[in-house]
């Protein structure tokens, strides 16, 4: 009880600044076709400084909430989460996941913060959890290739790698990713 005491109080204080609980209408609405539009821009293009716009464009729109308070949340998550306050991180983390449960990055930032944590089981729930509200998400599929590799379960790294490179083929080190884990594989399998 005490905890959620403790996580409402400054939600409360959010709520009741001017405009933070209002849905921020000037933001370009996040609609599945904008996204499929930059994913399919991502796949056709050839240019590296391109695909970098895209993939910023394609965090940008993750990160829309259409929420100010949520915004603040996510805001104040990062900060948190880059201090190292990881215990934090993941309180608001998971704030923003009761309040927006369709909240893919939300999933995904308290993934980062339990793999931080060293948590990779709850991690890999939540990777599961932002594949299945957006199962392009690129760098949930890094990240789950990330945490089995830690495990050392190098096929399903390999799988989680093949996988991030298909919905981003301009990943950076994604080529050069396959081959180590391939020749990881291969050698232990000797």
């Not at 993939?55 to 996510?74: C, H, N, P, Q, V």
């Not at 991690?123 to 199962?135: G, H």
């Amino acid at each position: 009880m005490r905890f959620l005491a403790i996580l409402a109080l400054p939600l409360l204080v959010l709520l009741a600044l001017p405009g933070l609980a209002q849905t921020d209408s000037a933001s370009a609405p996040r609609t599945p076709a904008t996204l499929d539009e930059l994913f399919d821009k991502l796949q056709e293009t050839s240019n590296p400084i391109e695909a970098r716009q895209l993939e910023r464009k394609i965090w940008e729109t993750w990160g829309k909430s259409e929420s100010d308070t949520l915004e603040a949340l996510m805001q104040g998550g990062i900060a948190v989460m880059e201090k190292g306050d990881y215990k934090r991180a993941q309180d608001i983390f998971s704030t923003m996941i009761e309040l927006k449960p369709d909240f893919a990055e939300a999933y995904n930032k308290r993934a980062t913060v339990r793999f931080l944590a060293g948590d990779y089981a709850g991690s890999v729930a939540d990777i599961e959890r932002t594949l299945k509200l957006e199962p392009r998400h690129f760098g949930a599929l890094s990240g789950l290739g990330a945490i089995m590799e830690r495990l050392d379960n190098l096929p399903e790294a390999l799988r989680a790698y093949r996988r991030a490179l298909a919905a981003n083929p301009h990943l950076a080190d994604g080529p050069e990713k396959l081959k180590e884990l391939r020749r990881r594989i291969d050698a232990k399998t000797l």
